[in-house]
């Protein structure tokens, strides 16, 4: 597939206001800070190391190696295919703005709803994880006990600290998303350096690229496998945030889509390299898989406890980007759907500072993701489902606007970043993952079947629907993206609707 070919576009101010918004943000952001936001929000230190244990039990090294592989090539394609509608459309409101010029507004009401739900889900995990880690260090060093409890409270200052650092204005977030994609390189250099050379024993290449294991309790290797392919598919996740930070990014039609697709197949490499490492440095594979923080057993069976705190600062530290990523990234969906109406006080949720950030919606982003994790006091089954949110509500509201651009066909209108001849079957091809990846992510991953193994995943998503649709008969009416001047695209518009 040949690289897409960029052209001259217009100004950026004029092209956002001809798609209906007066530009309130600022520009202050270039091409490698837009990547770097979706590459922080991806962070492969974050969700490879958080579902490490999780890939043990699933198909094991075979499965985490070659799926990881299969995922993210997978996931190439519908990052392709969302940059080439984003560079139609680079507006804060992302998704869900896509979604409603192509299919209508309670295509745009419903995209948005998963999307932001998702993002908010995402703050939750990410953090919650971060907070779990530091907890584990805590541990090590202190000898401190990492209950529910004390995870939460770290889980408050984690989002206090995130909050602070968006607020502070575009240049701070650029800067630390900039840091946190070398943070991410060097770390992975760093982990997979000292994993290679200072443990006297390695596991085979054979064994780390076929060896397969089932931890699951399901017979079928088939079907276990097919689980398996959920480490990639929750690691790869987040995108998008190039998209929602479109309106601050210099010349964004060409450096969001291009941030989107950069960001996929850095992450892709990156990730590859971190999961062989810490494969080959396994020296008990059941301690392992059992351990509370697995990546952090092999760090202390391999390297010893001063060894593995050092490497935990490193994990902690790409996780906190992450984490201050995706609260960027929520805040900015939040703002553009309170500008269009969309939710409960979107006068207030709308509001910019002097330094162009909306902090009203900062300050929402990370009150919400507290209150989602919450029930973690009582429950770590019931906080899961809860931070499924994130998966199931962004999985689909992805390929939304691409569904809907192939449904258009040829009325639909490319930016300067076009896929050209190959949009259509990358197109169909992405729609086809998604479906199946969502389908995976409902499966049941434990067997026998019970309250605690439950997959919660449908759940959330029929809950994650009927919220969406209950607001929309409640205030729909108040939904109001803008309708372009232009006659073309105005008629466009009424026949899709």
């Given at each position: 597939?040949?690289?897409?070919?960029?052209?001259?576009?217009?100004?950026?101010?004029?092209?956002l206001?001809?798609?209906?918004?007066?530009?309130?943000?600022?520009?202050?952001m270039?091409?490698?800070?837009?990547?770097a936001v979706?590459?922080?929000?991806?962070?492969?230190?974050?969700?490879?190391?958080?579902?490490?244990?999780?890939?043990?039990?699933?198909g094991?090294?075979?499965?985490?190696?070659?799926?990881?592989?299969?995922?993210?090539?997978?996931?190439?394609?519908?990052?392709?295919?969302?940059a080439?509608?984003?560079?139609?459309?680079?507006?804060?409101?992302?998704?869900?703005y896509m979604?409603?010029?192509?299919?209508?507004?309670?295509?745009?009401?419903m995209?948005?709803?998963?999307?932001?739900?998702?993002?908010?889900g995402?703050?939750?995990?990410?953090?919650?994880?971060?907070?779990?880690?530091?907890?584990a260090?805590?541990?090590?060093?202190?000898?401190?006990?990492?209950?529910?409890?004390?995870?939460?409270?770290?889980?408050?200052?984690?989002?206090?600290?995130?909050?602070?650092?968006?607020?502070?204005?575009?240049?701070?977030?650029?800067?630390?998303?900039s840091?946190?994609?070398?943070?991410?390189?060097?770390?992975?250099?760093?982990i997979?350096?000292?994993?290679?050379?200072?443990?006297?024993?390695?596991?085979?290449?054979?064994?780390?690229?076929?060896?397969?294991?089932?931890?699951?309790?399901w017979?079928?290797?088939?079907?276990?496998?097919?689980?398996?392919?959920?480490?990639a598919?929750?690691?790869f996740?987040?995108?998008d945030?190039?998209?929602?930070?479109?309106?601050?990014?210099k010349?964004?039609?060409?450096?969001?889509?291009?941030?989107?697709?950069?960001?996929?197949?850095?992450?892709?490499?990156?990730?590859?390299?971190?999961?062989?490492?810490?494969?080959?440095?396994?020296?008990?594979?059941?301690?392992?898989?059992?351990?509370?923080?697995?990546?952090?057993?092999?760090?202390?069976d391999?390297?010893?406890?001063?060894g593995?705190?050092?490497?935990?600062l490193?994990?902690?530290?790409?996780?906190?980007?992450?984490?201050?990523?995706?609260?960027?990234?929520?805040?900015?969906?939040?703002?553009?759907?309170?500008?269009?109406?969309?939710?409960?006080?979107?006068?207030?949720?709308r509001?910019?500072?002097?330094?162009?950030?909306?902090v009203?919606?900062?300050?929402?982003?990370?009150?919400?993701?507290?209150?989602?994790?919450?029930?973690?006091?009582?429950?770590?089954?019931?906080?899961?489902?809860?931070?499924?949110?994130?998966?199931?509500?962004?999985?689909?509201?992805?390929?939304?606007?691409?569904?809907?651009?192939?449904?258009?066909?040829?009325?639909?209108?490319?930016?300067?970043?076009?896929?050209?001849?190959?949009?259509?079957?990358?197109?169909?091809?992405?729609?086809?993952?998604?479906?199946?990846?969502?389908?995976?992510?409902?499966?049941?991953?434990?067997?026998?079947?019970?309250?605690?193994?439950?997959?919660?995943?449908p759940?959330?998503?029929?809950a994650?629907?009927?919220?969406?649709?209950?607001?929309?008969?409640?205030?729909?009416?108040?939904?109001?993206?803008?309708?372009?001047?232009?006659?073309?695209?105005?008629?466009?518009?009424?026949?899709?609707?």
């Open positions: 597939m040949p690289w897409p070919q960029s052209t001259a576009s217009a100004p950026e101010d004029d092209h206001r001809s798609l209906g918004y007066e530009p309130e943000l600022v520009r202050r270039g091409p490698f800070g837009n990547f979706s590459f922080s929000v991806i962070s492969v230190l974050s969700g490879c190391m958080t579902l490490f244990g999780f890939g043990l039990l699933t094991g090294p075979a499965v985490m190696m070659w799926g990881w592989v299969a995922v993210g090539l997978a996931v190439l394609l519908v990052g392709a295919s969302l080439e509608v984003t560079s139609a459309y680079p507006t804060s409101g992302g998704l869900y979604a409603q010029r192509l299919g209508g507004p309670r295509w745009g009401w995209t948005g709803w998963m999307n932001l739900l998702g993002l908010l995402g703050i939750a995990g990410i953090d919650y994880g971060a907070a779990s880690f530091i907890a260090f805590a541990g090590l060093q202190w000898g401190v006990a990492p209950t529910p409890g004390l995870i939460l409270v770290i889980f408050a200052g984690v989002l206090v600290l995130h909050a602070l650092l968006n607020v502070f204005g575009v240049r701070v977030v650029s800067l630390l998303n840091v946190s994609v070398w943070w991410h390189l060097l770390g992975v250099a760093l997979v350096g000292v994993l290679a050379v200072v443990p006297s024993h390695h596991q085979s290449l054979s064994w780390v690229f076929t060896h397969f294991e089932n931890g699951t309790g017979a079928s290797p088939v079907y276990v496998s097919a689980i398996g392919l959920l480490l598919g929750y690691t996740c987040g995108y945030a190039s998209a929602h930070l479109s309106e601050e990014t010349d964004a039609r060409i450096a969001a889509p291009r941030g989107i697709v950069r960001s996929i197949w850095v992450s892709l490499l990156a990730g590859f390299v971190l999961l062989a490492g810490l494969l080959f440095a396994v020296q008990d594979y059941s301690g392992t898989a059992g351990a509370a923080v697995p990546p952090a057993q092999i760090f202390l391999a390297l010893g406890t001063t593995a705190k050092l490497l935990l490193v994990v902690i530290g790409a996780q906190l980007f992450c984490g201050s990523a995706e609260t960027t990234a929520a805040s900015r969906m939040i703002y553009a759907f309170s500008r269009d109406g969309a939710l409960p006080g979107s006068a207030t949720w509001r910019v500072s002097v330094n162009g950030v909306p009203p919606a900062v300050w929402l982003a990370v009150s919400v993701a507290f209150l989602l994790a919450v029930p973690s006091l009582w429950s770590a089954t019931a906080y899961g489902a809860v931070t499924a949110v994130n998966v199931i509500g962004m999985t689909p509201s992805y390929i939304i606007p691409v569904f809907l651009r192939l449904r258009q066909g040829d009325r639909f209108v490319p930016g300067p970043w076009s896929l050209g001849r190959w949009s259509r079957p990358i197109g169909v091809a992405a729609v086809v993952w998604v479906v199946v990846v969502t389908v995976l992510v409902c499966l049941p991953q434990r067997f026998p079947v019970t309250i605690e193994t439950f997959n919660y995943a759940v959330t998503l029929a994650v629907l009927a919220l969406a649709w209950v607001w929309w008969r409640m205030a729909g009416s108040k939904f109001s993206v803008p309708v372009v001047d232009d006659p073309h695209l105005a008629r466009v518009e009424e026949l899709i609707v």
